[in-house]
């Protein structure tokens, strides 16, 4: 049995879980600062890092205790050293350091995307996952970031699409915040868009040929469009009142949600279902903050023709047990962190 206390702060959750065998959730603690950063309407990183500092002690003793776990019965520490923010990511990968160094045990640096691709390999109490049988295809869509990867084994990655532009979560956030619905933009939208018709509005579908990369900046730029024509018109037959912010436009922020949604799944299920069929995966898994969209999960399992899998809510978002997930592959063969493991920014996905 091998048991890793796993650290997470790539953003803005400060989160620490103990995972045994890369499967089972013993604990899995996230301190969360939405409430911090909503009023900027997104992260603010200096302030993100302070309250790293702030958390990681507590947090940490909270996951070994969750777990009935004493220091003594760790077998490794795992950490997030990228992508992120660079204070962000300080503040964990130090925590790990100190930890490994004090108990003399291994220290392994993780690919914060690697986790969210080993988050469907997590066993909770309410899930219990068959065994994942290679190849399968991965859709990780995650903050900056959207990538379709093929995955041969376990370390084994062939990235076949990435985002040329903005990645599906950034879209997400910068509607709602056209939008006036909030910040993180994900939910806000899907919420948004029950009430709404996702044929309102016919938004742009990038499909860049037969590549399997995504771009959604022109999507992003057809929505604000919209939102300015509805804004002008308001500001003509109301000038003066409109002059002096009384009066806000009429916009169909429903219909606009909804319709921005749907062509975001047309492409990310699109792609994703032909990636599977020229590659012949066993089954298709989603990952990241975005996977936890309703109309998403279930397009794309209609769509596949083959299972697809997708981590339970609170696994989509970031947490530390899915870095002890990825981290026990590599404790298994020995992929073990030097003391001069360092922050990487933009960390890039890699076979190791």
């Given at each position: 049995?091998?048991?890793?206390?796993?650290?997470?702060?790539?953003?803005?959750?400060?989160?620490?879980?103990?995972?045994?065998?890369?499967?089972?959730?013993?604990?899995?603690?996230?301190?969360?600062?939405?409430?911090?950063?909503?009023?900027?309407?997104?992260?603010?990183?200096?302030?993100?890092?302070?309250?790293?500092?702030?958390?990681?002690?507590?947090?940490?003793?909270?996951?070994?205790?969750?777990?009935?776990?004493?220091?003594?019965?760790?077998?490794?520490?795992?950490?997030?050293?990228?992508?992120?923010?660079?204070?962000?990511?300080?503040?964990?990968?130090?925590?790990?350091?100190?930890?490994?160094?004090?108990?003399?045990?291994?220290?392994?640096?993780?690919?914060?995307?690697?986790?969210?691709?080993?988050?469907?390999?997590?066993?909770?109490?309410?899930?219990?996952?068959?065994?994942?049988?290679?190849?399968?295809?991965?859709?990780?869509?995650?903050?900056?970031?959207?990538?379709?990867?093929?995955?041969?084994?376990?370390?084994?990655?062939?990235?076949?699409?990435?985002?040329?532009?903005?990645?599906?979560?950034?879209?997400?956030?910068?509607?709602?915040?056209?939008?006036?619905?909030?910040?993180?933009?994900?939910?806000?939208?899907?919420?948004?868009?029950?009430?709404?018709?996702?044929?309102?509005?016919?938004?742009?579908?990038?499909?860049?040929?037969?590549?399997?990369?995504?771009?959604?900046?022109?999507?992003?730029?057809?929505?604000?469009?919209?939102?300015?024509?509805?804004?002008?018109?308001?500001?003509?037959?109301?000038?003066?009142?409109?002059?002096?912010?009384?009066?806000?436009?009429?916009?169909?922020?429903?219909?606009?949600?909804?319709?921005?949604?749907?062509?975001?799944?047309?492409?990310?299920?699109?792609?994703?279902?032909?990636?599977?069929?020229?590659?012949?995966?066993?089954?298709?898994?989603?990952?990241?903050?975005?996977?936890?969209?309703?109309?998403?999960?279930?397009?794309?399992?209609?769509?596949?023709?083959?299972?697809?899998?997708?981590?339970?809510?609170?696994?989509?978002t970031d947490n530390a047990a899915m870095i002890g997930?990825?981290?026990?592959?590599?404790?298994?063969?020995?992929h073990i962190s030097g003391w001069d493991l360092d922050?990487?920014?933009?960390?890039?996905?890699?076979?190791?």
């Amino acid at each position: 049995m091998c048991k890793i206390l796993a650290i997470e702060s790539s953003c803005d959750e400060t989160a620490a879980a103990v995972v045994i065998d890369g499967i089972i959730v013993k604990s899995n603690v996230i301190a969360s600062q939405l409430e911090i950063h909503r009023r900027y309407g997104g992260v603010f990183p200096e302030v993100a890092s302070r309250q790293h500092i702030l958390a990681i002690s507590t947090v940490i003793q909270d996951a070994l205790i969750e777990a009935r776990t004493g220091w003594n019965e760790l077998d490794a520490v795992a950490v997030t050293y990228g992508p992120g923010l660079v204070g962000s990511l300080l503040v964990g990968v130090n925590a790990a350091k100190g930890i490994a160094l004090a108990l003399d045990i291994p220290l392994i640096g993780v690919n914060h995307l690697e986790g969210h691709l080993y988050s469907n390999w997590l066993k909770t109490d309410k899930t219990d996952p068959p065994p994942i049988k290679f190849p399968v295809l991965a859709l990780i869509v995650s903050g900056g970031h959207t990538e379709l990867v093929l995955v041969h084994n376990h370390g084994e990655y062939e990235i076949l699409g990435r985002t040329i532009d903005d990645a599906a979560g950034e879209a997400f956030d910068k509607v709602a915040r056209m939008l006036e619905l909030g910040f993180p933009g994900g939910p806000a939208v899907q919420e948004a868009a029950k009430e709404g018709n996702p044929q309102a509005y016919d938004f742009p579908r990038a499909w860049l040929g037969n590549s399997f990369d995504f771009s959604f900046s022109g999507l992003k730029t057809a929505v604000l469009r919209v939102i300015q024509k509805y804004t002008k018109t308001n500001i003509l037959q109301h000038p003066a009142m409109a002059a002096q912010a009384k009066v806000k436009p009429t916009i169909p922020i429903a219909d606009i949600a909804a319709s921005f949604q749907m062509a975001v799944v047309d492409v990310l299920v699109s792609k994703t279902k032909a990636a599977a069929e020229k590659y012949n995966v066993s089954e298709v898994l989603l990952a990241g903050g975005v996977s936890a969209n309703a109309l998403l999960r279930n397009k794309m399992m209609a769509a596949c023709g083959r299972p697809v899998r997708a981590p339970s809510l609170i696994l989509c978002t970031d947490n530390a047990a899915m870095i002890g997930a990825a981290a026990y592959w590599h404790f298994k063969v020995g992929h073990i962190s030097g003391w001069d493991l360092d922050v990487v920014t933009n960390l890039e996905l890699e076979s190791k």
